[in-house]
């Protein structure tokens, strides 16, 4: 089992910046892939970013290219997303998400933070 628990939710302007926490804990995160997810009221959850936690590497939905950055570090078992240029479209419910395909298929959610950006 994989806990995951968000934090850095918050209320900001458009054109500031947000960055959330995602602290894993329970199991080695080496063959996880780590992400974010966000579901704006009325709207189905949709993909953010992901980070490989082996590699390293990135991905990120077109929204969030050039405006967010996913990164993680080993030592404290946290995922960020460091969030600039917030518009009010980001306005939504944060997910931290860690999935992985061997040996078995698991899938682990974290309860959400809220992001709330005003225009």
């Known amino acids: 089992q994989v806990q995951l628990v968000e934090s850095g939710g918050g209320m900001v302007q458009a054109g500031g910046s947000l960055r959330l926490s995602c602290a894993a804990s329970g199991r080695t995160l080496s063959s996880y892939v780590m992400g974010w997810f966000r579901q704006a009221p009325g709207k189905e959850r949709e993909f953010v970013a992901a980070i490989g936690w082996s590699s390293g590497t990135t991905n990120y939905a077109a929204s969030a290219k050039g405006r967010f950055t996913i990164s993680r570090t080993y030592a404290e078992n946290t995922m960020y997303l460091q969030m600039n240029s917030l518009k009010p479209e980001d306005t939504a419910v944060y997910y931290c998400?860690?999935?992985?395909?061997?040996?078995?298929?698991?899938?682990?959610w974290g309860q959400g933070t809220q992001v709330t950006v005003s225009s």
């Open positions: 998400n860690a999935v992985r395909a061997t040996p078995i298929r698991e899938e682990y």
